[in-house]
């Protein structure tokens, strides 16, 4: 049974940082890709990073909103995907999902992954 396990969420003011983790168990994650989601309240579910590592590359996609700002990484051996989060901003106050098991190789919607976290809150202040 595959599980993903978000950590991390919180309430951190303008300009912050946050990291959060997804501890994937179940199944080996190190050679699929891996996501981040986040939906704000009356919104849909939106796209924000997405790793996936393949013959010794590294593929990353990052969401515009977050380019510059957001940084996705992974650690194989602990079957564990991060998103550090620098210079937050109110407008990425969501509930943040971690994703896997993507169904194309570069996946950036989210009917596109098979297995999901159950969230984690990131509350930014102004």
């Known amino acids: 049974q595959v599980q993903l396990v978000e950590s991390g969420g919180g309430l951190v003011q303008t300009g912050g940082s946050l990291r959060l983790s997804c501890a994937a168990s179940g199944r080996t994650f190190s050679s699929d890709g891996m996501g981040w989601f986040r939906q704000a309240p009356g919104k849909e579910r939106e796209f924000v990073a997405t790793?996936?590592?393949?013959?010794?590359?590294?593929?990353?996609n990052y969401a515009d909103s977050v380019k510059g700002r957001f940084t996705i990484s992974r650690d194989n051996a602990k079957n564990t995907v991060y998103l550090q989060m620098n210079s937050l901003k109110p407008e990425d106050t969501a509930v943040y999902y971690c994703a896997a098991g993507p169904t194309v190789y570069t996946a950036t919607y989210a009917s596109q992954y098979t297995y999901w976290g159950q969230g984690t809150q990131v509350t930014v202040s102004s």
């Open positions: 790793i996936r590592w393949s013959v010794g590359r590294i593929n990353i």
